[in-house]
């Protein structure tokens, strides 16, 4: 069955270190990933998109990169900063274009 | 509109009752989702619209559930006879295509409370 999985632990960093997140999925043949972050009681907001022939995407002090052979993207917050906490998740076009979410990692950020 | 409106952002029912939860989508944009997160938990898909095609509807958990999309705008996911463990927040997001990997714009969601 095609699985997204983010790890559901939450993520305790101090602040001004990178805080790093894995999205490993199965059974899925993406052309792209897509990023989203969520706040507390609000809904998700894209971040970022990679698609399958870029390595690596950056966007200010976030870093995405994409392996397709073994399946996984890394999502890298560098210089983190206490407003970096929320809830961030990757998300795969599923056949049939429905764009499917992994989990979320929860991230917190301490100053 | 500037972006996904959704109503109400609140809704308080009694299990067996029939709830409707509406989407106002960015105007102009083709697909319509509508998930749904339980509390600590990711998002669940339950059905996808993309402009004039057959709706996806592989992800609605049981025959209660039932969603449509009037004029290729706004959209109405029904809950008939609810019970508790339909209590979630409701998500709609729309984007403008599907095949060209395009972000989706998500609404507050709808917090339904089955009592």
């Known amino acids: 069955s095609q699985k997204i999985e983010q790890n559901s632990e939450a993520l305790n960093i101090q602040e001004g270190k990178t805080a790093t997140l894995t999205c490993n999925y199965t059974?899925?043949?993406?052309?792209?990933l897509q990023w989203y972050r969520q706040d507390p009681g609000r809904g998700p907001v894209f971040l970022l998109l990679?698609?399958?022939?870029?390595k690596e995407k950056r966007k200010e002090r976030l870093k995405v990169t994409f392996d397709t052979t073994l399946k996984q993207s890394l999502f890298h917050i560098t210089a983190s900063q206490p407003a970096d906490s929320a809830t961030y998740l990757c998300?795969?076009?599923?056949?049939?274009?429905?764009?499917?979410f992994g989990g979320g990692t929860r991230v917190l950020v301490k100053p | 509109g500037a972006g996904v409106s959704q109503s109400p952002s609140n809704k308080v029912t009694e299990k067996g009752k029939d709830v409707e939860l509406r989407c106002d989508p960015i105007?102009?944009?083709?697909?319509l989702y509508w998930y749904r997160q339980s509390l600590g938990q990711g998002l669940e898909f339950l059905i996808y619209?993309?402009?004039?095609?057959?709706?996806?509807k592989s992800g609605l958990p049981s025959d209660r559930f039932s969603a449509e999309r009037t004029g290729g705008s706004v959209s109405t996911l029904t809950i008939q006879r609810t019970q508790q463990e339909d209590s979630a927040v409701y998500l709609c997001?729309?984007?403008?295509?599907?095949?060209?990997?395009?972000?989706?714009?998500f609404g507050q969601g709808t917090r339904l409370t089955v009592v």
């Open positions: 998300a795969l076009k599923a056949a049939g274009n429905k764009l499917t």
């Open positions: 990679i698609r399958e022939n870029e």
């Open positions: 619209f993309q402009g004039n095609s057959a709706p996806d």
């Open positions: 997001a729309s984007s403008t295509r599907t095949g060209a990997g395009t972000e989706a714009f």
């Open positions: 059974n899925y043949s993406p052309a792209y």
């Open positions: 105007s102009g944009h083709t697909a």
